[in-house]
């Protein structure tokens, strides 16, 4: 919910409706939306580092073998473009 003012009286009003409508309801750790996007980006965990290492690896790995692709082509075609240009043809 949103809240101008003290969070902590108006979460105290708002776990007295709660058991108000049902009693047997838990309302526990309330807390404001800024502190749970604190605890969500405070620090990476180590997992999550070595994950991006290694998809910056997978990214770079692509990226060559597309690279070495495209060469690979390129001199194939080196020949062929040559005896095209000796016999004349323009180069578009």
Sequence with gaps: MRVDGDVRTVAESAKKV??????????????????????????QPPAATLMSIFALFAAGLALSGVYGIARYEASRRRRNLGIRLALGASRH
């Design 18 to 43: 709660v058991w108000r409508i049902d009693g047997d309801q838990a309302v526990w750790k309330v807390r404001t939306m800024q502190n749970l996007v604190d605890l969500e980006t405070r620090e």
